[in-house]
């Protein structure tokens, strides 16, 4: 049995409250017949639904008791709104340590990348949900059993829609689409609490750091992070020029001369399990400390797994709106 997250917890708090004012004003007049027939066939989970994907519409059963998951973002989805304990095939790999529970309570499927096909197929799954890392896998997972991408996209047009695609089909999947939505609420709450005091904190930049380099991502209509500054209206002290998954190259000197002032920095090599010099250590010199950022105190050491492993997942983003509040607030 797998523990409920806060977001979850929040969601349920939310739709219990609408079901106990519809019970109490029920009680208040008499129901006819026909309006309880009504609401119990209005609650019940249709055997089949029609969700969008990546690869646009599909049908899927409802339900599934034996699930593989290939997409960290989408577990944590699954996982927030009460379901993870269909889940019986994932890659042990590159998990975020929040959801490490699942070694213990599924098969190791392989990594993202290179999945181990006989493991999958001997699980018999009902579904199985890829995306991101492991979309190009579509065909031969396709072969095992019904398969769905439900990949996120760049860009923060692409963040928000399929943020919301991706919640609401899980929920619609597994029944649970009132709660899927109530999760979705309250992250645009969070964001619109953020984008109100987004405009005080300045101009700044989302860097990430790896192997012993500093990549920058500034706003770009396809860029990684780029929801940071077009969905939180944070300040951008310079545009993203190459599109590339670990961003624009740049030096300590650029980060002087540019003077942000804030820094969201993003250890991959932690979020991976790489050994080397932390982003800390890194970016702990005279240059980067001379900053308006460093000055300030508004460098932001982000738990990097949330945007580097799981981005997109309900607890995911919810832990990155808090992060990104508390840089701005």
């Not at 008791?65 to 577990?75: K, N």
């Not at 619609?172 to 619109?192: N, P, R, T």
């Amino acid at each position: 049995m797998h523990a409920t997250r806060p977001v979850l917890a929040a969601a349920a708090a939310t739709v219990a409250a609408v079901t106990l004012a519809a019970c109490s004003a029920g009680e208040a007049g008499e129901t006819s017949p026909t309006a309880d027939a009504t609401t119990e066939t209005a609650s019940e989970v249709p055997a089949e639904v029609t969700v969008e994907t990546a690869l646009g519409e599909v049908s899927v059963a409802t339900e599934p008791q034996t699930v593989v998951v290939f997409e960290h973002g989408i577990l944590d989805t699954i996982d927030t709104l009460g379901f993870g304990d269909s889940v019986s095939v994932i890659p042990h790999h590159a998990l975020p340590s929040y959801l490490t529970d699942y070694t213990e309570t599924t098969v190791n499927g392989g990594t993202l990348f290179e999945p181990d096909y006989e493991a999958i197929n001997a699980a018999e799954p009902d579904l199985i949900i890829i995306g991101g890392r492991s979309a190009s896998t579509y065909d031969q997972m396709a072969e095992i059993a019904p398969t769905i991408d439900l990949s996120y996209d760049w860009g923060s047009e692409g963040y928000l829609e399929t943020l919301e695609r991706n919640a609401l089909a899980i929920g619609e999947i597994f029944g649970a689409a009132d709660e899927a939505q109530v999760a979705l609420d309250a992250l645009s709450a969070q964001a619109d609490e953020i984008a109100a005091a987004a405009p005080d904190a300045g101009a700044g930049l989302v860097v990430l750091t790896t192997g012993g380099h500093v990549n920058a991502f500034g706003p770009s209509d396809e860029g990684r992070f780029d929801f940071a500054y077009g969905v939180l209206g944070l300040g951008a002290a310079t545009d993203q020029g190459t599109i590339d998954e670990h961003g624009d190259s740049i030096s300590y000197e650029f980060l002087a001369e540019l003077d942000p002032s804030w820094l969201i920095v993003i250890d991959r090599d932690a979020a991976i399990g790489e050994e080397g010099e932390s982003a800390q250590q890194l970016l702990d010199n005279d240059l980067v400390n001379g900053t308006s950022a460093a000055t300030d105190g508004r460098i932001a050491y982000v738990t990097p797994e949330n945007w580097y492993l799981s981005m997109g997942g309900l607890t995911a983003m919810s832990t990155v709106y808090d992060e990104i509040a508390a840089l701005v607030g």
